[in-house]
């Protein structure tokens, strides 16, 4: 994967980020519609996963090999319960 197109797709997911924010804080569309927590994370999360989707569809990346997923060794998932307590 070229790092220059993964610095590009962070810059958009982080422009549109700012603009959907900005819109929001500068009108009153939350409060008319009454969005909830759930709305509320839905939306940011959507403003993260639909360009990085357009991008992995835009590249041609398969998504299994650009994400690398590893095993799970039986000791980080003992630290990771034990600083979850």
């Known amino acids: 994967m070229n790092n220059?197109?993964?610095n590009w797709l962070f810059l958009v997911i982080?422009?549109?980020?700012f603009i959907f924010v900005a819109l929001l804080s500068f009108t009153s569309?939350?409060?008319v519609i009454g969005w909830n927590i759930v709305v509320n994370l839905l939306t940011s999360q959507m403003i993260v996963w639909v360009p990085?989707?357009?991008f992995l569809i835009a590249t041609k990346t398969n998504p299994l090999?650009?994400?690398r997923f590893r095993c799970v060794k039986p000791t980080t998932l003992l630290?990771?319960?034990l600083y979850t307590m």
Do not use: G
């Open 52 to 54: 990085a989707v357009i």
């Open 4 to 6: 220059k197109k993964v």
């Open 29 to 31: 569309f939350a409060e």
């Open 79 to 81: 630290m990771t319960i």
């Open 65 to 67: 090999k650009f994400c």
């Open 14 to 17: 982080i422009i549109l980020h």
